[in-house]
């Protein structure tokens, strides 16, 4: 009874039972303080700041996880967050638009008929790149269900055949991650054409409208969206932990401390990585999906390389190789990037110089970044294993 | 004299930017047999390895193996390993920051499809199993430990249980005795010697007197190509050996 | 004697020499009075033929006062004259021929003749028969450049008349041009156009291109049998040359056929008969898909409301009527022959000096990635670190040489000056991140990465915080701007010829460096075992700190030169670093040649797709990076790969 106990996955994961603890105080605390159903004190765009940051934290994990237990330093699953969201924004600007243009039609002589409306609704959405033709990569954007399976499918198979043929060819270090990076930079470019029938640069807008739920306020959206982005972080949170706490985990471990070894061992090597990178992939899609009705907009600036490459860097703050380092890091550094760039610290003027942190912001997370890479590689989260271990040491003394 | 030899390498060349490291190589093992292969540096001894386990590919030549026999030129390094054939590197590559268990349990004959690995649950059979190998090894006490800390015979041990723990039916090991103190030696000496009552057991090594203790056949390799190949005092009596290698 | 020679050019230039009742200008003008005072487009061409005809000397002085709004006229007896300070009180009156002031009117007695922006055109050209026998060669070439820019039939006659009259030799060759080119465009002699025509074969100008476009300009016919006597360039099937809905149209509009309900067409005659929110007794609100409102307009065509659809039987049988066909508007089949011959020569050549402008264009764009490139490729073969900060090196010289030039304001020496300091700046900033953060981040190449990021970031933002987000501008010297034309479509500009002489330049320097030098020789050592070289003596953190600073330097000398043709920013560096990624990896690590074999296939490439789909360079670059995907599944090791066993696993 007690070595059933000792092999279970909480007992070799504890990190999980406090992890859930504390994100579910959090979001039901929110909730309590929230203006769309407690007391009023949290407003609403900082529920959205911190629904937006749960999807963050969820991405780092995935991040974590290729990069820190894989060893693949993936510069481009922020292209994979970013095509989730697209998947969800197809759905969501298509709909709206549509019970707009129906809403406008109800007036007309003729009833409208579906080919109208459809005419109406895809010149209201790609009116803005002088198109009116609805492209064929919209067709399945009328239906919810479908559009949700794109999330997983569409980034699934691109991170499939891209690591497909990277891993087979057996690109490896730095020449891996600036292969992911030419990836993300391919898809950013073609997304910013006019004519790649995601409405260019312009992007897609109007996410934070549900359509069907117009009467709905943000304020209750904004915590809605809170708790699934809480409970997908929690799932995600667990999933992680199970992956990697197993002979999975060993293997994967393996595969990122020498490769080599791991195929004389028997094992298919190329297969574990394609698959771990296809399931981060598809956890970043889903947090994308999360993210952008939350964000309200999306376009292609937000797939360019540098946001992956801050994905990275929030999972090296918190400490790679630690699923709740990734937590931590992705939370502080955007919690506290949107704190110092959200102008709430006041500027302090030396006089002949004033210094405005939203100029200086970036300056001190790229050198803090160095610092930390340099005097302690392993983190926030190596740092919190220390404190722990210090306890634990204390304690049995 | 010798029965069906279960791993044949036949008129093997290889060569980098016009550098033969293996040159016309023929060579063959028994079921269960053990065999030391000496040369000195550069004789193509970590070559022909690679060539075995997939991990370079020969200019030409054929390289046979199991009954009824077949190429291993055209599998992949993980596909020759899980058909048996185990490799032990020079230096000990053992996983460092996991426990000696884990260790252990990857190496583990079992399903090495990922689907598997993910959803697999320790048995007590394996549990066992791990427990005999570590006993034949001599890390029995040392399961839980993180692999890192062990020294570096032992880590020698680990991998060569590791590779015991695949159940090949060819071992090959490069250099497990160096570093090691006399009675490491010892140990390993009876290790290999045991393992190679049931299976082909290659060892590559410079030490002589390690190789004597090993009272097995004896392969000379010299510039990618066969030298003599006898007992250790055919071979050390031989004239063109002594020229080459002992000599010196 | 100007006058004299005017007066014979104007004698020859008249082809219907009619003369006038009376050679008077100003009788001439006052039967023509109000077609003068109100000249319109439509009006003009009679009052000009009949001054040209008149051969009188002072009709150029007319024409030009004319077009410039100093011709008034006199209100009491409708008399011209020229007045040349309307501001004077009272105003004085210049006579038309004589040139002598003649009487002082009030401004209130008189009217401006004001011609509108048409006629002055008119005008003008009428005028430049007399300016190509100006005795000014300035004036004579203004008026071939009027000729060249836009053309009519009369400035053939008297460009012929003029020609050989002609004392320069330059400006009579260009004459010489002009007339063929026009008597391909105006001339009525079938014979002289084809000769003209023909003379131009393989000529790759564009004006040239302009002469003979029009020719074989078309226009789509209608007919039901093929008529013999037109040009015909093509006859077209229906369905495939040309579409059945095109066809149809071209039916609709020459009334051969019954017009097609278009949707909107039924739509609209659907609401037109909406009683009683009913249409011929169907609700309207059943009308949400087109087959009910088919059937609907068809519950209208019974009863005589609106006409029928055409069904596609009808249009078939309607279309088999008839036959369509390309047909020249130039009726000459000869001169269209000839024409199409010529061009085709003319194409044929263009497709090739476009090929080879192509290549100069690849070979520019090479060298800025050569130059962007090769720092990052030494440090990264040396040392096997990838530095993101090099975009920021990138950046750095550009800025340098944007600084220099507030304190130097000769571009020429701000330029000499701002090249070595560029190189200064940014090895001082390189050796700097080496010592203080890659020397300790040695064999982990991915944290590396990361740091340098970091550095990245900090450094493109100080800029920014020091520069402002604006860009700013590094203007480079007088001689290096423009651009080396060697004809119509082959062209360079100077700063990108110079940048491949900066990129050969760099490219023998580090030849050089690596193979003839001591510090060539470690460097080397370094690359190919970092741990036998150091056995051998040679101190690898200096050579590491060295090749660091280098290949920086080299950053901030392509800073300056990518500034001088690109706006300098601060995101100037992060725009290449991609491209300079790809360059080192195609090309293979640690190796001169295959940074140059990178740079090479990357620039041809890009500048390869860009033609196949000109108007996209955003495409162009996708496509671009997913063919280097492709190409490193090849090559995993890149064009030119280190062998061996330093190449290592």
């Known amino acids: 009874m007690k070595t059933a106990f000792k092999n279970s996955f909480i007992y070799k994961n504890p990190s999980v039972l406090i992890f859930l603890s504390a994100l579910a105080i959090l979001t039901i605390g929110m909730t309590i303080l929230s203006e769309g159903f407690g007391v009023g004190l949290v407003s609403t765009s900082f529920i959205k700041i911190l629904g937006k940051t749960l999807c963050f934290c969820l991405i780092a994990i995935a991040m974590d996880l290729v990069w820190g237990y894989c060893g693949i330093l993936s510069l481009g699953h922020f292209a994979f967050f970013g095509l989730g969201g697209y998947m969800v924004g197809m759905w969501l600007m298509f709909a709206r638009t549509k019970d707009i243009v129906i809403n406008s039609m109800v007036n007309a002589p003729l009833p409208p008929t579906p080919n109208e409306i459809r005419d109406a609704v895809g010149s209201q959405i790609f009116g803005v790149v002088g198109g009116s033709e609805i492209p064929m990569i919209w067709m399945f954007a009328d239906s919810l269900l479908i559009q949700l399976l794109l999330v997983i499918l569409v980034p699934g198979l691109l991170a499939f055949v891209f690591g497909y043929l990277a891993f087979r060819s057996r690109v490896t270090g730095v020449y891996l991650s600036i292969l992911t990076q030419a990836m993300t930079l391919a898809l950013s470019l073609y997304l910013f054409q006019n004519d790649s029938g995601l409405r260019g640069n312009n992007g897609l807008s109007g996410l934070q409208n549900i359509p069907g739920l117009t009467e709905v306020s943000q304020d209750i959206i904004s915590v809605w969206f809170l708790w699934a982005s809480a409970i997908a972080l929690g799932l995600g949170y667990i999933i992680a932990n199970w992956l990697i706490s197993g002979k999975f985990g060993s293997v994967v471990r393996a595969i990122r401390d020498d490769e080599t070894r791991v195929r004389y061992l028997g094992y298919t090597v190329e297969i574990y990585k394609l698959l771990v990178f296809v399931i981060t992939a598809i956890i970043a899609a889903i947090a994308g999906a999360l993210y952008y009705p939350q964000a309200g907009i999306i376009n292609p600036a937000e797939i360019a390389p540098i946001a992956s490459i801050y994905l990275a860097v929030w999972v090296a703050i918190g400490g790679r190789g630690r699923i709740y380092g990734a937590v931590i890091g992705a939370a502080s550094v955007t919690l506290i990037s949107s704190w110092f760039t959200g102008g709430q610290i006041p500027n302090i003027s030396l006089g002949f110089y004033t210094i405005k942190w939203i100029d200086w912001w970036l300056v001190i997370l790229g050198f803090g970044f160095v610092a930390i890479t340099l005097y302690a590689p392993s983190g926030l989260g190596g740092l919190f294993d220390r404190l722990v271990r210090k306890q634990v040491n204390e304690e049995s003394k | 004299m010798q029965e069906a030899s279960l791993l044949e390498l036949e008129g093997v060349s290889v060569s980098f930017d016009g550098f033969k490291a293996i040159n016309n190589l023929s060579f063959q093992i028994g079921s269960a047999e053990l065999r030391a292969i000496i040369g000195p540096n550069g004789a193509g001894k970590t070559t022909m390895m690679d060539i075995i386990t997939g991990k370079t590919k020969p200019d030409n030549g054929s390289v046979l193996y199991g009954t009824p026999a077949k190429s291993l030129l055209r599998l992949s390094e993980s596909q020759i390993a899980r058909i048996g054939i185990g490799r032990k590197f020079q230096r000990p590559t053992v996983f460092e920051n996991q426990s000696v268990f884990d260790n252990f349990l990857m190496a583990l004959k079992k399903s090495r499809s990922p689907l598997d690995v993910l959803f697999y649950r320790l048995e007590n059979t394996d549990l066992e199993r791990v427990k005999v190998l570590a006993e034949e090894v001599g890390l029995h006490e040392q399961l839980e430990r993180t692999s890192g800390e062990l020294s570096h015979g032992q880590k020698q041990w680990l991998e060569i249980g590791m590779l015991l723990a695949q159940d090949p039916k060819v071992l090959l090991v490069d250099e497990p005795a160096a570093g090691m103190t006399p009675q490491e030696r010892m140990h390993t000496t009876n290790i290999l010697k045991k393992a190679a009552q049931t299976r082909a057991v290659v060892v590559v090594e410079h030490d002589m007197e390690f190789v004597r203790r090993l009272e097995c056949r004896v392969t000379v390799l010299h510039e990618g190509s066969v030298l003599a190949e006898g007992s250790i005092d055919h071979v050390t009596n031989d004239e063109s050996v002594i020229d080459v290698y002992l000599g010196r | ?649």
């Open chain 3, 1 to 649: 004697m100007i006058r004299t020679f005017l007066f014979l050019v104007v004698y020859f230039v008249s082809v219907l020499s009619v003369s006038a009742q009376q050679n008077d200008l100003q009788s001439i003008l006052n039967q023509n009075s109000k077609a003068v005072e109100r000249a319109s487009r439509k009006t003009l061409q009679p009052v000009l033929k009949s001054l040209i005809d008149s051969k009188l000397k002072e009709v150029p002085i007319f024409l030009e006062k004319w077009r410039a709004k100093k011709v008034w006229i006199r209100k009491s007896d409708k008399q011209f004259f020229y007045i040349n300070n309307k501001n004077s009180t009272p105003i004085k009156l210049i006579d038309i021929s004589s040139g002598e002031i003649v009487g002082l009117e009030p401004k209130n007695k008189l009217k401006q003749l004001k011609p509108n922006s048409g006629v002055r055109s008119i005008i003008a050209s009428t005028l430049v028969q007399f300016q190509l026998i100006d005795i000014d060669k300035n004036r004579r070439l203004a008026a071939l450049k009027a000729i060249e820019r836009d053309a009519n039939s009369s400035h053939l006659n008297a460009l012929r008349a003029t020609i050989n009259k002609e004392p320069l030799p330059s400006i009579k060759a260009r004459m010489l041009r002009l007339e063929r080119l026009l008597t391909i465009r105006f001339d009525e002699n079938p014979t002289k156009r084809i000769k003209a025509i023909n003379g131009f074969a393989g000529d790759t100008n564009v004006d040239v291109r302009a002469a003979l476009n029009p020719i074989l300009q078309t226009k789509i016919a209608v007919s039901t049998i093929l008529p013999e006597d037109k040009n015909i360039a093509k006859i077209l099937k229906v369905g495939d040359s040309i579409s059945t809905q095109v066809a149809y149209d071209i039916l609709v509009k020459n009334k051969l056929a019954p017009a097609q309900i278009s949707i909107q067409e039924r739509d609209k005659s659907l609401i037109a008969n909406i009683k009683n929110s009913e249409i011929a007794g169907i609700k309207t609100s059943t009308l949400d898909n087109e087959q009910s409102r088919i059937i609907a307009y068809q519950t209208l065509v019974k009863i005589g409301a609106v006409p029928d659809f055409v069904t596609n039987e009808q249009r078939a049988k309607s279309l088999k009527e008839f036959v369509f066909f390309n047909q020249y508007i130039e009726t000459n089949k000869t001169v269209t022959t000839a024409a199409k011959k010529t061009l085709d020569t003319i194409n044929a050549r263009v497709k090739v000096f476009s090929f080879i402008d192509l290549g100069l264009d690849g070979l520019s764009l090479a060298s800025i990635y050569f130059l962007a490139a090769i720092g990052l490729a030494i440090t990264f073969g040396v040392m096997g670190v990838i530095n993101m900060a090099h975009g920021e090196f990138i950046m750095i010289g550009a800025y340098t040489g944007y600084v220099v030039q507030q304190f130097v304001p000769n571009y020429t020496a701000s330029i000499i000056i701002a090249l070595p300091l560029a190189f200064i700046v940014a090895f001082a900033a390189g050796v700097a991140l080496e010592r203080l953060v890659i020397r300790h981040l040695m064999h982990r190449p991915l944290e590396t990465l990361l740091a340098t990021f970091g550095i990245s970031i900090a450094l493109q933002q100080l800029a920014k915080n020091i520069f402002g987000t604006q860009a700013r501008p590094l203007t480079s010297p007088d001689w290096l701007g423009g651009s080396w034309v060697i004809n119509d479509i082959i062209s360079i500009s100077y700063i990108r010829v110079a940048i491949f002489f900066l990129a050969l330049a760099f490219l023998f320097l580090l030849l050089f460096i690596l193979k003839r030098t001591r510090l060539g020789l470690e460097v080397r050592a370094v690359t190919q075992n970092p741990r036998m070289a150091s056995s051998m003596g040679i101190n690898p953190d200096k050579i590491n700190m060295l090749t660091f600073g280098l290949g920086s330097g080299i950053a901030g000398i392509a800073g300056v030169a990518i500034g001088l043709f690109a706006q300098v920013t601060s995101e100037l560096g992060s725009g290449y670093i991609v491209q300079s990624f790809m360059t080192v990896v195609v090309g293979g690590v640690g190796n001169i040649w295959g940074t140059l074999a990178g740079a090479s296939m990357i620039g041809g490439l890009q500048k390869i797709i860009e033609w196949f789909n000109p108007s996209n360079t955003l495409a162009a670059q996708t496509y671009m990076i997913i063919f280097i995907i492709i190409f490193i599944q090849f090559k995993p090791k890149g064009i030119v790969a280190l062998k061996g066993r330093a190449a290592g696993d």
